[in-house]
């Protein structure tokens, strides 16, 4: 079993920054994959970004390119989100997720954290 705890949303001025947290236990996370998703009102979830914790590969949505970085910490077992140049659009809830690496469906999931991006 994994458990996953978001943290690190905040309300912040369009242009600006933050970086979220996934603490992540329950077993190794060398064969997992762990995505970032985000869901605004009234809209569908959103691939944000993954990253594979055993080669550190990286992959994000077409929204964030070049202003998100994704990063995991292996000793801490934890994932992180560094949002730059923050846009309204940007306001969602952002949620962690787990998956097998040799899996497509993220299995596991934390209750997410608010980000609201004012302009």
């Known amino acids: 079993q994994v458990q996953l705890v978001e943290s690190g949303g905040g309300l912040v001025r369009a242009g600006g920054s933050l970086r979220l947290s996934c603490a992540a236990s329950?077993?190794?996370?060398?064969?997992?994959?762990t995505a970032w998703f985000r869901q605004a009102p009234g809209k569908e979830r959103e691939f944000v970004a993954r990253?594979?914790?055993?080669?550190?590969?990286?992959y994000y949505g077409d929204s964030v390119k070049g202003r998100f970085t994704i990063s995991r910490d292996v000793a801490k077992n934890t994932m992180y989100l560094q949002m730059n140049s923050l846009k309204p659009a940007d306001t969602a809830v952002y949620y962690c997720?787990?998956?097998?690496?040799?899996?497509?469906?993220?299995?596991?999931w934390g209750h997410g954290t608010q980000v609201t991006v004012s302009s």
């Open positions: 997720a787990a998956r097998e690496t040799s899996s497509s469906r993220y299995e596991y």
């Open positions: 329950g077993r190794a996370f060398i064969s997992l994959t």
């Open positions: 990253i594979t914790w055993s080669d550190s590969l990286s």
